[in-house]
Nanobody, 115 residues
Framework: QVQLVESGGDLVQPGGSLRLSCVASGINFRVYAMGWYRQAPGKERELVAQSTSGGSTNYVDSVKGRFTISRDNAKNTVYLQMNSLEPEDTAVYYC?????????WGQGTQVTVSS
């Protein structure tokens, strides 16, 4: 049984930082591309950052320079370090694992940026 379990979401003030974690089980973690998506109320889910199995990373333009994705294959864990948070970053953040036609989602963790 595949599970992706996110944690780290919270209420934070603008300019603050959070680190999200996603622990995967039931998959060969190192071969999967791991991504963080987010969905704000009334908006479509969007890819925020992705880490490929080969170590490449990519980011949506709105978070470049502020967010960093990293992975620890020994711990089956992917992280999203979020700095200089803005109210526009408020959303439910989802972890995703993808390998060819196989894709899995976590349950999501809420990030709220507000003063």
């Amino acid at each position: 049984q595949v599970q992706l379990v996110e944690s780290g979401g919270d209420l934070v003030q603008p300019g603050g930082s959070l680190r999200l974690s996603c622990v995967a089980s039931g998959i060969n973690f190192r071969v999967y591309a791991m991504g963080w998506y987010r969905q704000a109320p009334g908006k479509e889910r969007e890819l925020v950052a992705q880490s490929t199995s080969g170590g490449s990373t990519n980011y949506v333009d709105s978070v470049k320079g502020r967010f960093t994705i990293s992975r620890d294959n020994a711990k089956n864990t992917v992280y999203l370090q979020m700095n200089s948070l803005e109210p526009e970053d408020t959303a439910v953040y989802y972890c995703n694992a993808a390998f060819f036609e196989s894709t899995y989602w976590g349950q999501g963790t809420q990030v709220t940026v507000s003063s």
